[in-house]
């Protein structure tokens, strides 16, 4: 077996495994999986979401009320930092579709660092301070409205959600770690870059992840 | 015992039970032939300790005020007998182990698309089944397999946790396979092989697969939303607080009613193989069979309100969610006409795969007949809760499911191992396992229509007959299950060795050796025909099958 292993593998290029005919077979595959996982997400978050609407529907005042609690000023920095980390993760792509490794590095560290801020401002100045303000449903909770009971609602969904976003963003920066690693060691070129591609796919999504949770918790109450 | 292996030729021919040996080329392994060994090995154990939970129940229910064990002990049986065989056998069953080990083969291809995730999905199966058994052990959990709200987050004090998280974990298993499945059948089929020349066993599959994915990460929402509710009691689904407890119903049915399809629609496909293969004739409206799988994963996602016509819904929506759960036996009546004009003026022969998918077909049918009646509004409010309930599902999923298993776990034996199994002793287990199933659950149906509550650990002395031939019945049952579990190991080392072909099938599968080599395929095939070019005796096209 592992002679006619070996001889098998010899014909095909490294990063071709030994099951796919040729490598665009090995993409094609690799592209879809992640677009399939991404369908599973959506779905995941949908579940969420859903529900949201449900309560946001039927505690529609105390979902305002709650909405105005949160720091708009740094969800929309969130927000801006977060786009601008699709950027870079683009060009990422891009400098792997043309082989420039230096430029693959320069620009995956680039997006982590990006998304390191996003936790960091979430961690730093918002969830930090929700502590503080008591609004923190199982730790302290304390709204003086005659709408509490909705506002708690409202914000056992902002942490679910916003926690489960920064859970996604923490898993893609560990896989960026291993992008890394693999980008020093010299992996990517033109004819083989699927794993950014795909990694690019997954991070995008969970940027427009926060496309709809920041309107959705951070604009709804109609002031600004 | 010495003759026997005296008999048995030296094995010279390197296939991928032989090519390795040792542990280690077992646990990691990532050909999908060795994983879906694993999975069987795995799935069966569950098997059979969800039905040592069975037996105990049937045992108790021996006597109107419980024979063997404590209510509370009651609770946590059929509590863990439904997780144990809903989660980690009927939704893993046909999917991880025949699927595993038959779609790169029926496509083709050398493996799955992702073969390291395949390996991964196993392992996730086994620490999901690892805290359910954990739980088990630990004190049990008496919530329902349902883990129905508000119950489950506020007032059970058993092991509610480690079962969720069991069930989370194996979600993310589920997904991965049928991920890999769907990626395998779209981008690695053989040249030649059209998406209307599949088997329709890989159609049944892919529908699976689209449930799986799209299902299952929703009662993650649900599995996940009780989690966080266990932990920080802030009452998302309690209505003290302006939770909304039904949400949590909501959420669950979303995907636990397109489950059942999870759980059927690969035994549909393996009854369409074996169907043919047994008759010696093309499937009857081969489109039409392919279709209805389709059908039936996209009508599976819309009708999930049935479950809940007593548990708060307006009447309008109970009324369309009624409607659109009629729809569902459109397709699946299609396929029982197909499967009986396939039959009709075939060469039919009555091996022990034909057995079980015979049995599958009739059973399925009652089944599926007796679903309408929970379909429909006024009747369900009778019927609701009740054994009626227990007996249909019953009927679809050890009726339906289990016995396509067994009948696809026969029929493609010679080919997973390279041993015929004793024909015999196979018609006849299959023979007890139809009359004990009858015996068990037909008597259900009647104990339900006369009101019997499900999940009662009691119940008044008028039932005592009924429930009585119920118990005989398991018995008979189990005795049918255990008989394969001997002759199928007993065949592992002493049965005859099994030529590629045994049954003179049609599809790739049966054109390499068995067992297959490795790489699946000494040289990659290329399909130059139609699925099922079965004929009659003596014709050009059934001879080509010698």
Known sequence: MTDAASAHSSQHPPYLAHHFTDIEQQNESGTLGMWLFLLTEIMFFGGLFASYAIYRLRYFEAFREGSHLLNVKFGAINTAVLIGSSLTMALA??????????????????????????????LNYEWSADYHEGLIPWMGFHVESPNAAGVRLFFCFYFFMTGLHALHMVVGLGIMCVLLHMAAKGRFDGGYFAPVEITGLYWHFVDIVWIFLFPLLYLIGGRY | MSAALAEAPPETRVHYLNADYGIKSWLLTTDHKRIALLYLGSVTLMFFVGGAMAVMMRIHLIDPAGALVHPDTFNKLFTMHGVIMIFFFLIPAIPAVLGNFLVPLMVGAKDLAFPRI?????????AGASLAVYAMVSGGVDTGWTFYTPYSTSYAHSQVMATALGAFILGFSSILTGLNFIVTIHKMRAPGLTWFRMPLFLWAIYATSIIQILGTPVVATAILLVGLERLFHVGIFDPAVGG????????????????????????????????????????????????????????????????????????????????????????????????????????????????????????????????????????????????FIVAHFHYIMVGGAVMAYMGGIHFWWPKITGRMFPDTWARLAAAIVFIGFNLTFFPQFMLGYLGMPRRYATYPAEFQVLNVMSSAGASILGIGYLIPLVYLFWSIRYGPIAPPNPWRATGLEWQTSSPPPTQNFEIPPVVKEEAYAYGPPGSELEDAHD
Request: charged residues 5%; positive net charge; contains cysteine.
């Open chain 1, 93 to 122: 792509v891009r400098a792997a579709q043309l082989s420039r490794r230096k430029a693959i590095i320069a620009f995956i560290i680039l997006t982590m660092v990006l998304g390191i801020a996003f936790i960091g401002i979430k």
């Open chain 2, 118 to 126: 395949n390996l991964l999905s196993w392992y996730l199966y086994i």
């Open chain 2, 244 to 387: 909304d407890p039904i949400l949590f119903q909501h959420l669950f049915w979303f995907y636990s009613h397109p489950a059942v399809y999870i759980m059927i629609l690969p035994p549909m496909g393996v009854i369409s193989e074996i169907v043919t293969c047994f008759s010696r004739k093309k499937v009857f409206g081969y489109h039409f069979v392919a279709f209805s799988s389709m059908a039936i994963a996209v009508i599976s996602f819309l009708v999930w309100g049935h479950h809940m016509f007593v548990t708060g819904m307006s009447v309008y929506a109970a009324l369309i969610f009624s409607v659109l759960s009629f729809l569902v036996a459109i397709p699946s009546a299609i396929k029982v006409f197909n499967w009986t004009a396939t039959l009709y003026q075939g060469s039919i022969s009555y091996q022990a795969p034909m057995l079980y998918a015979l049995g599958f077909i009739g059973l399925f049918t009652m089944g599926g007949l007796t679903g309408l009646f929970l379909a429909s509004l006024a009747t369900d409010v009778h019927l609701n809760g009740t054994y």
